[in-house]
């Protein structure tokens, strides 16, 4: 068996588009957003349409959570399957799905970090030479985390060794999570630069040069904060 | 559209609510209690459920079942630690507990569904209508299994379970439709057999739970049990008898310890006092407060490690809790308060009765759904990670705990063979990492066309609904068809089986219903025997010695006719009585009346 998240082929899409347009019930051309207009159904969320539009706010990485939360009660209000219970099967069919998305999209945008894996996913296009292991000093030194950590769950944890190695490991934490921190912040400032990027809306290549190199950048700091996130998880559980 | 009612289906009592006027309320019995034991016995009569059952426990306690709520979604292996403390015979068909009550042998969603049929008769005589609709509450911690078997239960009591939802989010429901509270929440909900924490957040009617955790075999029952393994060997020790091989009398002990430990979250000591067996005269002793703590301290101790990860699950600190509600009986218990107290760091929440926010949360749920309220809407999660068996018996998670529901996950499936035509999927449910270490819900297996190995696409979707049960489908990605999934529950009854429960049901419901009035004619004969020999008592020499003995004579044959099994001969005893005894009552009302009016002036009256 096999993961496989790749979109529908373009023919889907653009039949996926156009049944869209038009409500299931009255067949009548679609204006309203999660309503038809005429016959007030409620409509399915597009299976192509991604998180940001799903929960209609714009694809940029520093999002108010505030914003989000509101957005996602007030769809949550529209959707859930709660409110649906004296309606049609296929109403209650359409809300249950809706309401999965919904939690699905709110779920991701709402962590910072997801948000930015999430984005980069769907940019992947551009940034198709991404490298997506950890850089080799990085790797070196969680092998030999990874090692005293072997050492100290073998060790006795009351020995003088069991001590040393524990006072080891401590400071490897703290170190480990100042490193995080760092990189948070610096994910940070590319979150702006890619939102102010993207505000400017340059179709030069220069630019998209630029957001090429934002993206690049991003995905390197998120996989080894991954890393280093795994490992400081193990150490926490491992000393505690 | 039809009514839909509330249902706390609980370890120990059970009730059910209705919205009136836009308030929550709980349905009573005629004699004003609102809950019922759930207790089922089997009686030469047939099968009784709460009240009347309860008095089975000591005098036949191999056909008397409780907390069955225990079994639900259980096989045989769950419980085998505690088989001991049960008096009725258990055993295991299909990965399905059953329990031998008499000739028979029953599913606990069988014993559960005796339990609602006994609330919805007291519903539909209250409100004089037929209940066919039903929300019911679950613990939160409970798993796919124990939901469908709640399900199941409904069904074969011939309610439509509209919606499952969960025990302390139901509360905060009833919570904040009375304290109108914004704000995080902490919902500690410690039962008679399970225990629930949930954390919420409430914000304009939106009730979003955050995280949730618990321990689906924790609660009050366990305490008890603490009490009674100390009697049992005090008894033994003193008095050299096993009472554990008394089945009665062990239920007495058990009855004994609960109601001292009840006593005692009131009084300091209390007297315990239980009955030995062959005559052997009483087993007395004092029991203290502190006695009754230092014992059970350590079961108070496990609900606080679920609650550290609910808090660490939301990315909350005890601060950051605004407000701490108490539900179920056993949060009634001092140190249990001291406890929840010095955890979050504040005093907790406990205006509403305990015992009854449940079904009250239940009947607000069932009014949403009804579209009754509109302003309010519960966000509710999943307890535990979803996933499947992969290569080396190793799980892998698809819908992580503590994701908001309905939610969903795909996952695509293909061929390492030419030619396969399935493959067999495992689904589970737990935060371990190995297959063995989680619980297995459900194995399928998925139809694939025979085809080159890697050619075939299944889709397969993983929804788990709002009642947080679990949804599978499948589409071939190539015809866009759309497969049906036969789905083998691991440890619950199959649809066929619960049919035949629901047809069987509805075959004894008659037998039920005379077992039903019989008992309750015989309540009634007791009732009046006494009232009549009180009258009697009193005012016999108001009316001639010739009618005294026809009252006598009355009541000698209703005497006789209670201890019969026709409900008919019983009630017209009563009405003969009854007849008989009219003057002696009139001459009652009189002579009463008289004596109020005596030693006062005309002008008073």
Redesign the interface.
Known sequence: MANDQSSPHSETRRQLQMARSMCWHCQSEMSGEYFCERCVKVQPVSKDADYFTCLGVPRRLTLDPKKLEAKFYELSRAFHPDFYQTKSPTEQTISLSNAAVLNTAYRTLRDPIQRAEYLLALEAGSVKDIRTSPPADLFEEILELQETLEEYRASDRDSEQGHRLRATLQTEQQTLEGRREDMESQLRQLFTDWDQLQDREEATSQARAERDRVLKHMRDLLSNRTYINNIVSDLAATIA | ?ARIVGIDLGTTNSLIAYMKDGQPCVVPDRHGRTMVPSVVALTDNGLIVGDSAREHLTRNPERTVYSVKRFMGKGLADVQSELAYFPYHLSETGGVIRIRLGPKNYSPPQISAMILKELKRRAEAHLSESITKAVITVPAYFNDSQRQATKDAGLIAGLEV??IINEPTAASLAYGLQEKTQGTIAVYDFGGGTFDISILKL??G?F?VLATNGDTHLGGDDLDRVLVDLFAAEIRDQRGIDIGSYPDHMQAVRLEAERAKIRLSDELKTEITIELPENRGCFTRELTRDQLESLVVGIIERTLAPCRIALKDAGLTPNDIDEVVLVGGSTRMPLVRQRVEALFGKVPHCHLNPDEVVALGAAV?AD????GT?DM???DVTPLSLGIE?MGGVMSSLIRRN??????A?????TYVDGQTG?DIHILQGERELVKDNRSLARFRLKVPPLPAGVP?IEVTF?I??NGILNVTAKDMRTGQSQSIEVKPSYGLSDTEVERMIEDSFKFAAEDVGARKLIEARLDADALIKTTEKSLAEAGHLVPTAEVDGIRTSLTQLSAAKDGADARVIRARMAELEQAATHLNVAMLDDSLKKSLHGKNVSDV
Do not use: H
Request: hydrophobic fraction near 45%.
């Open positions: 559209m509209l919606r914000k304009g939106i979003e749920q949403i759904l009804s579209g509109t809407l519960l966000l992969t994701t908001t529901i309905p939610a969903s795909k996952e695509m499936f293909t493959v696409r929804l609904d709002a």
